[in-house]
């Protein structure tokens, strides 16, 4: 099974992009992140038009995440249980967001994440973010205790990058977020429940992530934020991977690149 993840960037502006992508990348499921629309606004035929079944979750024109599958989708959920909400107002009922998709897709457990931003480090959505992903480290981990043997990946857009190599330039990151030491700690607390980052080891040295603003991309001046994270029985199917950078290329195309997971 071949499966690919995305930070898309808008679906509607790039359906035509990722359908070619999925037609040349020969992609079984694909989770998509940031589509930026509701649900009645997700392009879907297009994607029902080559024969994959659809589920996507958007509120607004911010956030949303989809799941797409030519093997299968069932079990949809919109939010993992007990997952934080947020508003800027801490008076008002703190909302879920549109910010994870969860499908099973050929007896994997598909989830696809938009993890919050984090902004600013002393901005409430930087608590925000690290509530969410404890939360979710707690889910996961609670999901390998039941079943050892689950096939589980959380796939998506992570807004970390975990370590200095996943950066143009440390000291330009200093005192931001998506490199502060509870964000990295946020995420390498996944490894410490039992699971397992399955794409760098297959593609070193990449980004997955340019800027738009400041010719990032031509002056090679990336993150590495998009990560597959897969439970061991899972992790043991990954027979390679690789980051489709010719995807941030050309008129139109998102900031992020493509991550693809080939399982065996």
């Known amino acids: ?17 990722i359908t070619a992508f999925l037609e040349r990348q020969d992609i079984d499921v694909l989770a998509m992140q940031e589509t ?10 297009r994607f029902t038009e080559l024969g994959y079944e ?3 979750f958007g509120l607004s024109q911010w956030n949303g995440v989809a799941v797409v599958s030519r093997v299968g989708l069932t079990d949809v959920e919109t939010q993992f249980p007990g997952q934080p909400g947020f508003h800027k ?8 967001e549109a910010r994870a998709l969860g499908a099973t897709c050929d ?12 902004r600013e480090l002393d901005d409430p959505h930087y608590t925000y973010k690290l509530d969410w992903l404890a939360t979710l480290r707690d889910q996961a981990a609670g999901w390998l205790a039941q079943d050892g043997s689950a096939q589980v990946m959380l796939a998506g857009d992570w807004n970390v990058a975990p370590t200095d190599d996943d950066v143009w330039d440390p000291k330009f990151f200093e005192g931001k977020t998506h490199t502060s030491q509870p964000e990295r700690d946020a995420f390498n607390a ?3 429940a039992g699971y397992v980052e399955v794409t760098r080891a297959h593609t070193p040295d990449q980004y997955t992530y340019w800027d738009y603003t400041q010719l990032r991309f031509p002056k090679k001046e990336g993150m590495r934020i998009d990560f597959a994270v897969c439970s061991p029985a899972l992790a043991a199917r990954v027979t390679g991977a690789s980051i489709d950078r010719e995807e941030r290329k050309g008129k139109g195309a998102s900031d992020h690149a493509p991550v693809i997971v080939e399982l065996g």
Do not use: I
Request: glycine letters at 4%; proline letters at 6%; hydrophobic letters at 40%.
């Open 1 to 17: 099974m071949r499966f690919a993840t995305w930070n898309v960037n808008s679906a509607r502006a790039r359906v035509d992009r």
């Open 36 to 45: 930026k629309c509701k649900d009645a606004q997700f392009p879907a035929e």
């Open 54 to 56: 659809v589920a996507h």
């Open 89 to 96: 107002d801490p008076e008002q009922d703190q909302a879920v």
């Open 107 to 118: 007896g994997v457990r598909v989830w696809s994440l938009y993890v919050p931003n984090g």
């Open 190 to 192: 996944f490894a410490d």
